[in-house]
C-alpha cells in the first residue's frame, strides 16, 4: 500500500568569529499525497538526523552541519553551516547543505541550496554579506526561501520554512511552529549575526534561530524541526554559533490499508481514515 511522508534533516549550527553566518535548514522531502510504496510486513528503517552542534564563542569557524534523515530510500541533506567570522577569510563562505549556511565575514557568499540534488528542490541558498562586505551577515536558506542578505542595519533574516503538506491532525500543535499560512511550519534558516549593538537576523519561520548582536544571544534551531542556528558575534560573552535544530519524519497511511502488524513511531494519531506516525528520533516504520 501507499503512504505519504514528509523527511526533515537536521539543521546546521551558525557560524562564529567576529560574526558568522546563520545555519542553513534541514532538506525537506515530501509527498503531496500518498504516493511511496511500502510492503506490508517488510520493515523500512528511519533515520532522524540531528541538529548541527553549537560552535564556541571564542573558536572562529564555519557552523557544524547537521546530519541527513532517512525514510527507507528517501534521504534529505543536512543542512549547511553558517559562514565564519573574522580571522578565517578562506573558511567564511556558508556552506552547502539541504539549504545553505548564511555567509561569513567580508565579501564571502551564502552556501548552495539542495545538494544534492532532489526531484524536487529540498531547500534554498544562505544569503549573502552587506553590500559593504562588513559586520552583518547572511541569513541561513531555508525551504520555502533563501536566507536574506546583510542589510547596513542588521544581519539577514533566515529564509522561511514550509508548512507540511502532510497534516498532523489532533496532534499538530506538538510539532513545527505556526507561520502566515495554514499547517504547521518545517525547516526554516537561522538568522545572521551583526557585529554591532541591535538587530541581529530573525530567524525563519520552521524553527530558524535568531542571530546573536554585541549586546543581544542568538537563539538554536527549534528541535524537531530541522531549522538552522542564528549566527554568533564573537565579542558576546554568549555570542556562539548557535545549534541547529534535530530534524524529523512523520507518514500518513490509510489505516484499513495497514497489515495487522504495522508499528512504529514516537506517537500516533488518528485523523478520519487515516493514520499518521511521528519519528521524533531514529526507529523503524513495520507496514
Known amino acids: 500500500y501507499n503512504v505519504q511522508y514528509l523527511v526533515v534533516a537536521g539543521g546546521a549550527s551558525g557560524g562564529v568569529g567576529d560574526i558568522g ?122 525551504h520555502g526561501a533563501a536566507g536574506a542578505d546583510g542589510t547596513p542595519s542588521g544581519g539577514g533574516c533566515g529564509g522561511i520554512g514550509t508548512p507540511s503538506a502532510l497534516g498532523f491532525g489532533p496532534i499538530a500543535p506538538s510539532y513545527g511552529e505556526p507561520g502566515p499560512a ?43 524541526t530541522g531549522g538552522g542556528g542564528g549566527g554568533g558575534e564573537g565579542s558576546n560573552p554568549t555570542g556562539h554559533g548557535y545549534a541547529g535544530g534535530k530534524g524529523i519524519v512523520a507518514i500518513r497511511y490509510v489505516t484499513a490499508c495497514a497489515s495487522g502488524c504495522v508499528s512504529g513511531g514516537d506517537a500516533t494519531a488518528t485523523c478520519g481514515s487515516d493514520t499518521i506516525r511521528v519519528f521524533t528520533g531514529d526507529g523503524t516504520f513495520v507496514p
Not at 557544524?64 to 534529505?76: E, Q, R
Not at 553558517?82 to 539541504?98: C, K, Q
Not at 549575526?193 to 544571544?217: H, I
Open 21 to 142: 553566518g546563520g545555519g542553513g535548514a534541514g532538506g525537506y522531502r515530501f509527498t503531496p499525497g500518498k504516493s511511496f510504496e511500502v510492503t506490508g510486513g517488510t520493515p523500512v528503517t528511519v533515520t532522524v538526523g540531528g541538529g548541527g552542534a553549537q560552535r564556541c564563542r571564542a573558536c572562529t569557524y564555519q557552523g557544524n552541519p547537521g546530519v541527513d534523515s532517512v525514510f527507507g530510500s528517501i534521504t534529505s541533506a543536512a543542512g549547511g553551516g553558517g559562514g565564519a567570522g573574522a580571522g578565517t577569510p578562506s573558511v567564511s563562505s556558508g556552506l552547502a547543505g539541504g539549504s545553505g549556511g548564511g555567509a561569513g565575514y567580508r565579501c564571502n557568499v551564502g552556501g548552495a541550496g539542495d545538494t544534492p540534488p532532489a526531484p524536487v528542490s529540498q531547500g534554498n541558498p544562505g544569503g549573502g554579506p552587506a553590500p559593504s562586505c562588513q559586520w552583518y551577515m547572511g541569513g541561513g536558506g531555508g
Open 182 to 224: 495554514p499547517g504547521r511550519y518545517f525547516a526554516g534558516g537561522g538568522g545572521g549575526g551583526k557585529d554591532q549593538p541591535g538587530c541581529a537576523g530573525v530567524g525563519g519561520k520552521g524553527g530558524g534561530g535568531k542571530g546573536s548582536s554585541k549586546n543581544t544571544a542568538g537563539v538554536a534551531g527549534t528541535v524537531n
